[in-house]
């Protein structure tokens, strides 16, 4: 493996990750040529991300999770060790750079080769629970995630009640539908600018009257942009709302905990969202849908796209919505 020197190695960041894409060459550069012990980070030709080291000693095993991959191999070129960690799955990112720019700070505190080893290590120890944790959400369940909470407690906030959301909100608990409002049932369903379909999850899903779906464009990024939240973010604000309202803030913290997040995760601090915008459908008899009643007998769990391009004229106005028989005190 050949190293080549960064071009401002001090104080490094994961941004020089974004830096080497734009050049869409694959290679392996030195992270700071003062550190106590080599670091490297690269690109392979797929485009997974590298981190490692280089050392004079033969490196202990570093299992972590089937998202990272951990080689060893010792050079020719001069006999010593290297220790790399592959990303395999795009979906952990977020917390694959945050691990690198903290072993990089800790190797920093160190004063040798040894002692940055040890430091590396420790790290990777640290931070192995983040790759493993089976209730991490997926970028896109968070997008999903997002689009749920934002649709539900800020768009409807303008046409609802505000004390119907949290009861109305069943998504946590695999609802059909995943709000179930008194008069209508909505589905929301997350896009991009450029997406073109959204998925439907099951033959039950669109199956039933008074039935909407939302389609709300989220935009993401690693890092704060103008107008972005995080999920964390989202949440405080939901709770803040609920602060005075005891009881319906017992029904939130309920739904929430159903999902089983881990909030303290790093993934969820450093992705940022925007709802650029929402639009709703209603599903009639016309819709083109999928439903129970069309399946023959023993056929069930399935899932199909409907092309966005193809339900324009289902596109109802927020007002639309038929919210004139809604009860206050329900």
């Not at 695999?174 to 073109?196: A, C, G, I, N, W």
Request: charged content about 25%; glycine content about 6%; aromatic content about 10%.
């Amino acid at each position: 493996m050949s190293l080549v020197a960064a071009p401002s190695p001090i104080g490094w960041t994961s941004a020089a990750w974004d830096r080497q894409r734009l050049t869409f060459q694959a290679g392996a550069w030195e992270v700071d040529p003062l550190s106590p012990l080599r670091l490297f980070y690269g690109l392979e030709s797929s485009g997974h991300l590298t981190f490692g080291y280089v050392a004079e000693e033969k490196p202990q095993t570093l299992p972590l999770s089937s998202v990272i991959r951990v080689d060893r191999r010792q050079r020719d070129i001069d006999g010593k060790w290297t220790v790399v960690l592959t990303l395999l799955s795009p979906e952990s990112e977020v917390v694959f750079r945050r691990l690198a720019e903290h072993i990089y700070s800790r190797v920093t505190d160190t004063t040798s080769e040894s002692e940055g080893v040890i430091a590396f290590v420790e790290s990777v120890a640290e931070w192995k629970r983040l790759f493993s944790s089976p209730h991490r959400l997926s970028l896109s369940q968070l997008r999903g995630l997002f689009a749920e909470l934002w649709v539900g407690f800020t768009t409807c906030r303008d046409l609802l009640d505000d004390d119907l959301i949290p009861g109305a909100w069943n998504g946590p608990f695999m609802s059909d539908q995943d709000y179930q409002f008194p008069t209508f049932y909505l589905e929301v369903k997350s896009s991009h600018r450029t997406s073109r379909a959204i998925q439907i999850s099951s033959e039950y899903q669109l199956d039933g009257n008074n039935i909407y779906v939302a389609v709300a464009t989220v935009q993401d990024e690693v890092g704060p942009f103008e107008g972005s939240l995080t999920l964390v973010e989202i949440i405080s604000m939901i709770r803040r709302r609920y602060a005075t309202r005891p009881q319906l803030a017992e029904i939130f913290e309920d739904a929430l905990m159903e999902l089983e997040l881990d909030l303290s995760d790093p993934f969820y601090e450093d992705v940022h969202m925007i709802c650029e915008r929402v639009r709703f459908y209603e599903v009639n008899e016309k819709f083109p849908r999928i439903i129970p009643s069309m399946l023959r007998p023993g056929i069930g769990g399935v899932t199909y796209k409907i092309q966005l391009a193809e339900i324009n004229d289902f596109e109802r106005s927020m007002d639309r919505l038929p919210t004139d028989n809604i009860d206050e005190e329900d």
